[in-house]
């Protein structure tokens, strides 16, 4: 089964700061992957997904993350955050092949003070 | 129309009680999904739905029980829950259930007494 890794559960950024939010998964094969967010007292939101094609995948609101396959590795990425970033973000990778299962990271939660 | 909406927001129910959860989707998605949530923890699937039919069952005690009245609908009878059940109940949807993206709905804010 795949599971997936965040590793910083919280960070704290000023206004203006670059972010990386790290994610690995496990699985051997290949995988679709994606980042979600979370802003308060909001749903679940796709931020940016990876199939195919170019590893260096852009979302909304300026979001990108990068592919390594090598390193199992999907990062998120935002040269400059703002206060409105403030939320929670969720990597998840999904088992390519038909399979609906998509299996969540715990999730990383994000704070930028003005 | 690209939302799930789900109903109600919040429900607090007792061990002895039966209720249900309903989701809903305009959006011509054939998959349906329920999550569920604990605080602090990453959403976790527990059912799916592909063109009405249950495709995926990740071991879910029977005291949930799914139901796909037609492609737009999804619901969720709860009975005799216990206190560890209480959570955030989440619905998605997708296009047929493939290798697609999820969308989900706000959820439903469960407690039990």
């Known amino acids: 089964a795949q599971s997936v890794s965040q590793h910083n559960h919280h960070v704290i950024l000023s206004e203006a700061a670059s972010l990386e939010l790290g994610c690995n998964y496990s699985?051997?094969?290949?995988?679709?992957l994606f980042w979600y967010v979370q802003y308060p007292g909001q749903h679940l939101q796709l931020l940016l997904k990876y199939f195919s094609g170019d590893p260096l995948v852009k979302g909304i609101k300026g979001f990108e993350a990068e592919f390594i396959k090598s390193k199992f590795s999907f990062n998120l990425r935002k040269p400059s955050v703002q206060w409105s970033d403030t939320a929670e973000y969720f990597c998840a990778v999904m088992i390519s092949g038909g399979y609906q299962k998509v299996t969540f990271g715990i999730g990383t939660k994000l704070q930028v003070i003005p | 129309d690209t939302e799930v909406t789900q109903t109600p927001k919040h429900l607090v129910m007792g061990m002895t009680n039966k209720k249900s959860l309903k989701c809903e989707q305009h959006?011509?998605?054939?998959?349906m999904y329920w999550y569920k949530q604990k605080a602090k923890k990453p959403p976790e699937l527990m059912f799916v739905y592909s063109y009405e039919k249950l495709s995926i069952n990740e071991s879910v005690p029977s005291r949930f029980s799914p139901e796909c009245p037609n492609s737009s609908l999804l619901n969720l009878h709860l009975h005799a829950l216990q206190p560890e059940d209480s959570a955030l109940y989440l619905c998605?949807?997708?296009?047929?259930?493939?290798?697609?993206?999820?969308?989900f709905g706000p959820g439903t804010r469960l407690l039990v007494l």
């Open positions: 998605a949807s997708s296009f047929s259930g493939g290798e697609e993206t999820q969308y």
């Open positions: 699985y051997g094969g290949t995988v679709n």
């Open positions: 959006m011509g998605h054939r998959a």
